[in-house]
């Protein structure tokens, strides 16, 4: 059962790279994000049997990230085939420069999106760590092609940035895997497999010094992928050239994985009593991200740019909430549902503003209300569930990670974190009201009669979020306070 | 057994200073080949008396295509890119070896305060790893070749690979060869993005890759 | 006190202009000519001594000490140095320190002395010299001091005599590097050819010839002499080394370190022969990297 978690999209992505027709690629693309979706929730009912000798297997923190990642993909896919329909294979004009650019194979496009799932699930579900930094790294080579989709010079420096970046990142996160390997040695000579439950068995035992270094080398790497101020430079570059429902998977489900690598040596230091020291660099990477991200979108003119900085702060937040422990962990887990769902709809609203109002610069899009009403509504409404506001599901986890810091007696951690959160808000509401009011200008067309699933599917992805700000699910709860229990 | 080793760890060495100092892409792109097949021979060389098939095949895989394969795809990249066939660094080479040399002081150092619980057969295997790392980093940061910036990647995934060699790891196979095929398509994808950038901008130099950046009003 | 041979001071003081002339006979063979005779070299000096010496109203003293002391220095740190079987003339605990320290003033007075002739030529020689000598000093003592380290010794003599075929066994890459930073020191310090051209006829691209323009006759004989007797200092070092084979007979011993000698001479020929003068700002990379190599050497 998890194996086909991993084959289906790896076979339909090599597959799709050959598939000349359109319609046909575009049901491969479909049939198989709804297969993985499929079984992925059945994992909810049937607890799948581990696979490859057990490097396979849905622990509860694999689950949460490997159902949202394949829930994102399913949206994605609809939402990328009405996308690519809208695109055609044309040249077009550059928004910014003006100069005609054509956009990659459709074919490859579809191809990698597929792998690029099949990469992400198995970082969900491999067990192995060093396997996981293969899937992570994969992840990296994937999504590469993704962000160059548009041929223009502004996307293939962004993804040169992003292959350079990342690669350089996770380089590091594989010298740590090697440093945990050290740790692992016993003095007599006899090694611990690098399989997570067995490392966390043989936690007491491990050489401290050489594990802090690993943890410090694999919280570096990961924190480049995951986009953890300062590594997170990549980030803002890829996320706004590539195409919006690129930018919604890379936010929404990419950088989970990435931080799920970042879990897992946590959950071995939280085991191993070093949780103290782990915590604490978590905490000041994730404040400082949080930082980051507010003082870029603070005056920020590009609206993708402006998400992708949401993005780095939401990763902060994250960080901080795995790093403060406690009752804090299973709000940064609830965060990394409602942070997910909630970035992917922004992303796709992005996506259909830009496609009518041709600007990525906020001053240059007005009245998204009455030219787009039902992308209006979400801009604005998601603009203010990402910034914390109730009654949506990120008020939520943010509030109940607040609450632990303050439980715990960390009172600057709070005041910083609120702080923050409240310049944020002043900081994106301003251009979100001004976006979403006023009068179109004349240059916008009427928006012609664009596919349903272009407003669709960010406006489930929308209802989900509101849902998950009133109702938890009781199993959802389950199996969140059960990761959070992995977590310390 | 600890000769040869020692040997090829010294030629790690150089080949590090070789990258550092060469001012043709073709000898930076030659030094990373070398390193490669160094590795292989250093991989096979470390498991003295408990041959396995796959302990012999994967280190030879690896040097094949780190030594080989790679270095031909870069010599391709570096012929299509048609690009001015200097290095063109952002510091002296002078400049640049004297950065090396601090980062063999450095590695040494470490090397000395690191203790494993296994003595490797070398004192000279962990800081060799660990300065190849360094002079990794060291090309990335002050090259603008996007070309050389693949070589120092190379060089930093080549450094951790000595380390791995260095205690001793034994990784699964299948992990083993998971490593060597992200490595292998990593510089593939930045192969073709190479080909991309010299066909969008007429050359490959990276610091003219600048126009994304934060508009804040 | 060790006893000691005053043969290799002799050997050197005979034989070191004629290791010259294997150099340049080789570089001749190389490039198809017959090549001056192997004697010329003493030729030239004889013909030199002969001459007056001129000097100019503006030079002092010290223009005129330049190449005495060059040359006494020289002696006196061939006076610490082995070869072949037989023990230096005074060796003593620490003396590769003074070696480097007497080859560092027979430079300092060249080069006060060109500074002396106020010439632009001639200072921008000495500027160069004193550049690159600052980096070949350093490759120069640390790869002594490699050598010391790895055979446990503090004197050239017994470092030398200690160098074995089984030390190459032990220890092959520290030697290896020892002598490869070896002899590019050799190399850049002889004025030898991918560091400078003794046989060039420009000003501008010299190094170490500039600098002696103004000398002449006697004064200038000693500086050929000076440079031939720090080509053999040198060679013996490096031939010390490469060639560790130990007999026991002292005669056996000196004529391996003769052949070596011409081995050594005849292969510089050909790299000199083979190899572009670098272009001077790249030199101080080429010695940047023999300091690193005896670093390496001594870290190992």
Redesign the interface.
């Known amino acids: 059962m998890i194996t086909l978690l991993v084959i289906i999209p790896a076979c339909a992505g090599s597959v799709a790279f050959f598939v000349e027709s359109d319609r046909l690629r575009r049901i491969l693309l479909l049939s198989a994000a709804l297969a993985q979706t499929a079984i992925s929730l059945a994992t909810w009912i049937v607890q799948p049997a581990p696979a490859l000798g057990g490097w396979l297997a849905e622990d509860a923190l694999g689950k949460v990230i490997e159902t949202l990642t394949s829930v994102l993909f399913l949206a994605a896919s609809f939402y990328a085939v009405a996308y690519l329909r809208e695109e055609r294979n044309q040249p077009h004009s550059d928004f910014e420069e003006g100069f005609l650019f054509s956009n990659a194979r459709e074919a490859s496009f579809t191809g990698c999106l597929l792998l690029f799932l099949a990469a992400m699930t198995l970082v969900a579900v491999s067990q192995q760590l060093a396997l996981l930094w293969v899937a992570v790294e994969a992840t990296t080579l994937a999504s590469a092609p993704l962000i160059y989709f548009h041929r223009h010079h502004r996307s293939l420096e962004a993804t040169w940035k992003y292959l350079l970046i990342c690669s350089v990142g996770i380089a590091l996160a594989l010298l740590g895997i090697f440093f945990l390997a050290v740790a692992a040695t016993n003095p007599d000579g006899s090694t611990t497999s690098l399989m997570v439950q067995d490392l966390r068995a043989n936690a007491r035992h491990l050489n401290v010094p050489w594990f802090k270094a690993a943890f410090v080398l694999l919280l570096v790497g990961y924190g480049t992928k995951m986009g953890l101020a300062p590594f997170h430079t990549w980030l803002p570059d890829a996320h706004s050239e590539a195409p919006s429902v690129a930018s919604a998977l890379l936010s929404g489900a990419l950088l989970n994985c990435a931080f799920l690598g970042i879990l897992r040596a946590q959950e071995i230091c939280v085991a191993g009593g070093l949780a103290d020291f782990s915590g604490r660099l978590l905490l000041i990477f994730g404040l400082l991200s949080m930082a980051v991200g507010a003082v870029f979108i603070s005056g920020q003119t590009d609206y993708k740019r402006m998400l992708a900085y949401s993005s780095v702060e939401h990763m902060g937040i994250l960080a901080v909430g795995v790093g403060l422990g406690g009752a804090a962990v299973f709000g940064a887990m609830l965060h990394v549902i409602n942070h997910s769902l909630t970035k992917a709809m922004l992303f796709m609203v992005a996506g259909n503003l830009l496609a009518v109002y041709r600007t990525k610069n906020t001053e240059g899009v007005a009245g998204a209300l009455s030219v787009l009403p039902v992308s209006g509504v979400l801009w604005l409404l998601g603009l203010f569930a990402i910034t914390g506001s109730p009654p949506f599901g990120p008020f939520l986890s943010e509030f109940t990670i607040l609450k632990a810091a303050l439980d715990q007696g960390q009172t600057l951690v709070a005041v910083v974190y609120l702080a923050i959160l409240a310049v944020i808000l002043a900081a994106m509401a301003g251009p979100a009201l001004a976006m979403a009011q006023g009068t179109p200008g004349e240059h916008v067309a009427a928006a012609p009669g664009r596919s349903i699933a272009l407003s669709a599917v960010p406006a489930l992805l929308g209802i989900a979020v509101l849902v998950m700000g009133i109702y938890l699910p009781p199993v959802l709860t389950r199996v969140l306070r059960e990761a959070a229990h992995l977590l310390g | 057994m600890s000769?040869l080793i020692?040997?090829i760890?010294?030629l790690l060495?150089?080949t590090g200073?070789m990258l550092l100092?060469s001012s043709r892409l073709a000898a930076c792109i030659r030094a990373i080949a070398i390193q490669g097949m160094l590795l292989g021979i250093l991989a096979i060389s470390m498991q003295d008396g408990q041959w396995s098939v796959a302990g012999v095949l994967l280190p030879l895989s690896s040097a094949v295509v780190k030594g080989l394969v790679l270095p031909w795809l870069l010599f391709r990249a570096m012929r299509e890119a048609d690009t001015v066939r200097e290095v063109e660094p952002l510091i002296s080479?002078?400049l640049s070896?004297?950065a090396?040399?601090a980062a063999?002081a450095l590695s040494?150092w470490l090397g000395q305060r690191?203790?494993?619980?296994?003595q490797p057969p070398s004192s000279?295997l962990v800081p060799a790893a660990f300065f190849t790392?360094l002079v990794g980093?060291i090309v990335?940061v002050s090259r603008r070749k996007?070309l050389t910036?693949?070589l120092g990647?190379l060089a930093?995934?080549n450094?951790?690979y000595a380390?791995?060699a260095a205690?001793a790891?034994?990784?699964?196979v299948?992990?083993e060869l998971?490593?060597l095929?992200?490595v292998f398509?990593?510089v593939f994808?930045?192969g073709i993005?190479i080909f991309?950038?010299s066909r969008?901008?007429d050359h490959i130099d990276?610091d003219k890759?600048?126009?994304?950046t934060?508009?804040?009003? | 006190m060790i006893s000691g041979s005053l043969l290799p001071l002799i050997s050197a003081a005979v034989l070191a202009p004629l290791m010259q002339a294997v150099i340049t006979r080789t570089k001749s063979v190389m490039a198809g000519r017959v090549g001056a005779p192997l004697l010329q070299p003493y030729w030239d000096l004889y013909k030199l001594i002969r001459k007056g010496a001129v000097y100019s109203h503006t030079t002092s003293w010290i223009f005129q000490m330049g190449p005495t002391v060059g040359l006494a220095s020289l002696i006196l740190a061939l006076a610490l140095i082995p070869f072949g079987g037989f023990p230096a003339l005074s060796p003593f605990s620490g003396d590769f320190i003074l070696i480097a320290y007497l080859m560092a003033l027979g430079r300092f007075f060249t080069v006060v002395a060109a500074l002396d002739t106020g010439s632009s030529f001639e200072g921008m020689g000495a500027s160069r010299e004193v550049t690159f000598s600052a980096f070949a000093e350093p490759a120069f003592f640390l790869a002594l001091a490699a050598l010391a380290r790895q055979t446990g010794h503090l004197s050239l003599n017994r470092v030398l005599a200690a160098v074995s075929t089984a030390t190459w066994m032990r220890a092959a890459p520290m030697l290896s590097l020892t002598l490869a930073a070896l002899i590019i020191v050799f190399l850049a310090e002889n004025a030898r050819i991918p560091v400078d051209d003794p046989a060039t006829h420009l000003e501008l691209t010299m190094i170490h010839e500039v600098m002696v323009l103004d000398h002449s006759g006697p004064d200038f004989a000693m500086i050929q002499y000076g440079a031939a007797l720090k080509l053999w200092l040198f060679a013996t070092i490096i031939v010390g080394v490469a060639a560790p084979w130990h007999s026991g007979n002292r005669w056996t011993d000196t004529a391996v370190g003769l052949i070596g000698m011409l081995v050594l001479g005849i292969a510089t020929g050909v790299i000199e022969s083979s190899m572009a003068r670098l272009r001077l700002y790249r030199v101080p990379q080429l010695l940047l990297v023999a300091i690193v190599l005896s670093a390496l050497a001594l870290a190992l």
């Open positions: 000769q020692n040997s760890l010294v060495v150089l200073f100092s080479y002078n070896i004297i090396g040399a063999l040494l690191l203790q494993l619980s296994s000279l790392s980093m990335i996007a910036q693949v990647y930093l995934e450094g951790v380390f791995g205690v790891l034994r990784l699964p299948l992990v998971g490593i095929l992200d398509v990593g994808v930045m993005a991309h950038i969008e901008f990276t890759l600048a126009a994304l934060d508009q804040l009003r």
